[in-house]
């Protein structure tokens, strides 16, 4: 019979990417990228956000692509003006039905069907237009109507930190979170909330027990996720605003 700790790291297996998963985002990042260059004059682009960080949960939604672009006018507009502009270049390939704008993104679902937890296919990546301004970015907030700083870089680097720091074992343990906040209707949003949130709540030594730090995690977390909690680069808005 399989023990409480047996169980828990074939949940951590469980949770991680494979090279198939891997591969296919490379492909598609390559490909999304192909086609915005007929549209826009492209600095550079980028895998970023959860699975940049290695900590996104599977089945493998909304990954994140950045892409930098060179003309700057469009900071002078509506946020929204960009999303628009991306999304029709993209619609162009996929149809309209599979690409919408969303809050800081345009969505591009590749269609897949019967996905579950085993499968290696990307479901659906999240393009993030956005200008360089300093060591940081400038991306769209179609709610707000603000150009929003952020600097995925520094978000990168305080993960990969804190995972280290734990014995490889930070990484894990906040997708096990995410992976029960998304079972559970997400009611932790955005989900970026939460490994900002581990960033303070999972520290210290590693104790060799999944089930006993995630007990701690969610005994300090109902008391604290009312708090403000910034996000981890020294600029943009708080993300529990």
Known sequence: MITVSDAFWKFRSRLETTDTEDATASRRQQKLR????????IVTD????????????KPLRDVDIMIVLRDT???GMHPREILEEVRKALAVHYGDARVCTDRRAVRVDFGTEHVDDLTGEVISFDVVPAFEEGDHYLIPDDRLGIWVPTNPKIHAELATT???????????????IKKW????????EPSFLIEVMALDLITGTWTGSHPYELRQFFASAPHRITGRW????????PLSA
């Not at 192909?34 to 004059?41: I, R, S, V, W």
């Not at 910034?230 to 808005?237: L, Q, R, S, V």
Request: charge should be positive; glycine fraction near 12%.
């Open 34 to 41: 192909g086609q915005l260059d007929e549209a826009f004059d």
């Open 46 to 57: 980028f895998l970023t956000g959860a699975y940049r960080r290695h900590t996104k949960t």
């Open 73 to 75: 006018s469009y900071l």
């Open 162 to 176: 804190a995972n280290k720091n734990f014995d490889g074992q930070w990484k894990p343990l906040v997708k096990m």
């Open 181 to 188: 906040n998304q079972v559970h209707g997400s009611p932790i």
């Open 230 to 237: 910034p996000g981890p680069a020294p600029c943009g808005p």
